[in-house]
């Protein structure tokens, strides 16, 4: 069993950057992929980024080259930086981790890019 817990979020002006954390409690942690994923009002949840085990990364289209995501396997600890940010990265994001066939959910913490 593994619990997520996100932090990070608010209000940024377009163009600034956060970097949300995402915590992850039990064991295993460095054998997961963890990944991000974010949905906006009225849509659907949609996949952002994730990392595997080894460190292999991989990036929706609409993030690529703005947001990384990296992790610090001693901390439990998983990270998204986002720069460049746009009005429509306004959403809640979450923090998810797979073992298959295990997988796990944040709560999510809410992003605004609002001037």
């Known amino acids: 069993q593994v619990q997520l817990v996100e932090s990070g979020g608010g209000l940024v002006q377009p163009g600034g950057s956060l970097r949300l954390s995402c915590a992850a409690s039990?064991?295993?942690?460095?054998?997961?992929?963890m990944a991000w994923y974010r949905q906006a009002p009225g849509k659907q949840r949609e996949f952002i980024a994730f990392?595997?085990?080894?460190?292999?990364?991989n990036y929706a289209d609409s993030v690529k080259g703005r947001f990384t995501v990296s992790k610090n396997n001693a901390k439990n600890t998983v990270y998204l930086q986002m720069n460049s940010l746009k009005p429509e990265d306004t959403a809640v994001y979450y923090c998810?981790?797979?073992?298959?066939?295990?997988?796990?959910w944040g709560q999510g913490t809410q992003v605004t890019v609002s001037s």
């Open positions: 998810n981790a797979v073992l298959s066939p295990a997988r796990y």
């Open positions: 039990g064991s295993g942690f460095s054998i997961y992929t």
């Open positions: 990392i595997t085990s080894s460190g292999s990364t």
